[in-house]
């Protein structure tokens, strides 16, 4: 009996000692697998031929490539456990519906990013609007994007919201038109009004005469108020250049000549 007992409880410990051993090996591969990932990624990221990329195939290249070499980690470590892959297969398999509805937002951001790969609304530098935010895109992934606001606050949209939503990209052309509106006393005389404006434009650093002249206009007003538009063209780099130095011109230039407000007046609104 004391034989059975010693053979049964030397079969136990060699069996903990089994199972022990393979979750001690399966946690040092998962550590040490970790570290290589984040190696392999940062080296591909830095290398020469993937730098001359365009920054939106490089960042989403590297998403996709840690998330490839996590699989293949995770595969390895079930298969240190010992835990067949025709069981795990069997399971993934009979749990498809229910895997693959709680997957499915994640296969629609994913749908989302090789859309953006392709058709590309936008670019990592690039400052846009849409699905609700505004700022530079800093980074494109296989789920999301990674935008930053003005006041540089991080946020990270899904990209199947992205690939959904209408994308106003303020970034791509060279030119860009600005456009504001100054108001005066309807009893100001609009000839004179309108050369104020154009005076102002003249002395405006960065306006352009292409692809249209400067233009200012009376466009209409109220019982007490003329409203005046202002359309000038500039680079896309100078338009808060332009935008700032020319409301500051026309308001001094308004100011000096004596131009009265209206009773309620609004010094300028941006179109």
Known sequence: MDIVTGIFGMGILGLLGG??????????????????????????????AIDRMDATVRSFACSFLRIALYVILIISIIGILGVPMASVVAVLASAGVTVGLAMQGALSNLAGGIMLLI????????????????????????FYTVIMSVDNKRITVPNGSLMNANVVNYSTEELRRVDLQFSCAKSENPAHIQSILKEAIAATAKVLDAPSAPFARLEGGTDSAMRFVVRVWCRNEDYWDVYFDLTQKVTESFAAQGVQAPASRILTEAK
């Open 19 to 48: 199972v022990i051993g393979k979750l001690i090996f399966a946690l040092i591969v998962w550590l040490v697998g970790r570290a290589l990932i984040r190696m392999a990624v940062k080296l591909v990221s830095e290398n020469k």
């Open 119 to 142: 058709f590309k609304p936008f670019s990592v530098g690039d400052y846009v609007d849409a699905a609700g935010v505004s700022g530079t895109v800093r980074e494109v992934t296989l």
